[in-house]
């Protein structure tokens, strides 16, 4: 199957200190690409993996399931942690999701998370329908482009795939139950105004957690991929500064 020009992976070594960042669902590394560039500018050893169904065709997506997509980040961060004794996750939208996965299921593998606009639940009453609906349509209009700024645009697909969708709310299920694991430090990033994901999500995230370091920021002028728009600088910019804080080993830092 043929990737999209620019969905394609980014990775770079750098110093001893890692990222993973991970796209969102029905995106591609291009969504995290930038940020992935600034902080591997910093010195850092970046991967943003293209998960498996994503950067084709959403049909694909369909054909693949939650563990198809934690499996390839797993697999990145351990290519990461064989040469880096710190490793940090970060995440867009279910990219945030899979981040959080991490950390309860790895723990001391992860350094620490930051997530932007992350997701763990809807409060779309039609989401109740989704198990029986999957089985009969193979896909619903998406809400691509969710951008504030004029003129950028996401390599997304524009359809949701209701097989991959179901998929992604049992995930949404296993990381809420299991928010209490996650003990890393956080920076949680969460736009004021989003058409994709509901602030209940951070706030579901923020009061389950038992980090003690956690720190939440808002983004008032940016939607939902907000590393594609108005507010991408601060994130990029207080990512790298939370990573030189908790990674005293970072040239630099």
């Not at 004794?85 to 309860?104: W, Y």
């Amino acid at each position: 199957m043929a990737i999209m020009p620019g969905a394609e992976p980014f990775a770079a070594d750098g110093g001893t200190v890692g990222v993973l960042l991970i796209h969102g669902f029905t995106g591609t590394p291009h969504g995290v690409r930038d940020w992935a560039r600034h902080l591997a500018e910093a010195g850092l050893s970046v991967r943003a993996p293209r998960l498996p169904g994503h950067g084709t065709r959403w049909q694909e997506m369909n054909q693949t399931r939650w563990e198809d997509w934690y499996g390839e980040a797993e697999r990145n961060l351990d290519a990461l942690l064989d040469r880096c004794p710190q490793v940090f996750v970060m995440g867009l939208s279910m990219g945030g999701t899979l981040a959080l996965r991490l950390a309860e299921l790895r723990g001391d593998d992860v350094a620490g998370l930051v997530l932007v606009n992350p997701s763990v639940l809807t409060l779309r009453k039609d989401a109740a329908l989704l198990p029986a609906l999957r089985l009969f349509i193979p896909s619903f209009p998406g809400v691509p482009n969710d951008i504030k700024a004029d003129g950028v645009r996401e390599l997304a697909y524009d359809r949701i795939p209701l097989r991959a969708a179901h998929s992604l709310s049992q995930l949404w299920r296993l990381v809420r139950t299991d928010l209490p694991r996650v003990t890393q430090p956080l920076l949680l990033f969460s736009s004021t105004e989003d058409h994709v994901v509901e602030s209940a999500n951070a706030t579901t995230v923020l009061e389950n957690v038992s980090s003690t370091d956690r720190r939440h920021i808002l983004l008032a002028d940016s939607y939902h991929v907000a590393t594609l728009d108005n507010d991408a600088p601060q994130i990029f910019a207080d990512s790298l500064t939370f990573v030189r804080t908790h990674a005293p080993s970072l040239s630099g830092g």
